[in-house]
Nanobody, 115 residues
Framework: QVQLVESGGGLVQPGGSLRLSCAAS????????MGWYRQAPGKERELVAT???????NYADSMKGRFTISRDNAKNRVYLQMNSLKPEDMAVYYC?????????WGQGTQVTVSS
């Protein structure tokens, strides 16, 4: 079983930056991909970015150039650096990880972009 705990969300002004962190814990088989998804009110959960154990990244088109995903395999942590934030980036951001046995989600962290 994998537990994922996100941190780093909060209130930021448009154009500002935030860094989200996610820590994986528990007794688990090796984690493969990790990533971030988000869900805004009234909308479906959508991909933000993913990263493999080897460091291969994948971004949603609207995040390319503004968001950067990274991970520390030794610590089982994944990070999301978000720059040039826009009001439309406001959502609950969820950490995701998968391994041989399945996929796991964190509880989410709120990101609010407002002046």
């Amino acid at each position: 079983q994998v537990q994922l705990v996100e941190s780093g969300g909060g209130l930021v002004q448009p154009g500002g930056s935030l860094r989200l962190s996610c820590a994986a814990s528990g007794s688990f088989f090796s984690i493969n991909a990790m990533g971030w998804y988000r869900q805004a009110p009234g909308k479906e959960r959508e991909l933000v970015a993913t990263i493999t154990t080897g460091g291969t990244t994948n971004y949603a088109d609207s995040m390319k150039g503004r968001f950067t995903i990274s991970r520390d395999n030794a610590k089982n942590r994944v990070y999301l650096q978000m720059n040039s934030l826009k009001p439309e980036d406001m959502a609950v951001y969820y950490c995701y990880a998968n391994n041989y046995y399945g996929g796991y989600w964190g509880q989410g962290t709120q990101v609010t972009v407002s002046s």
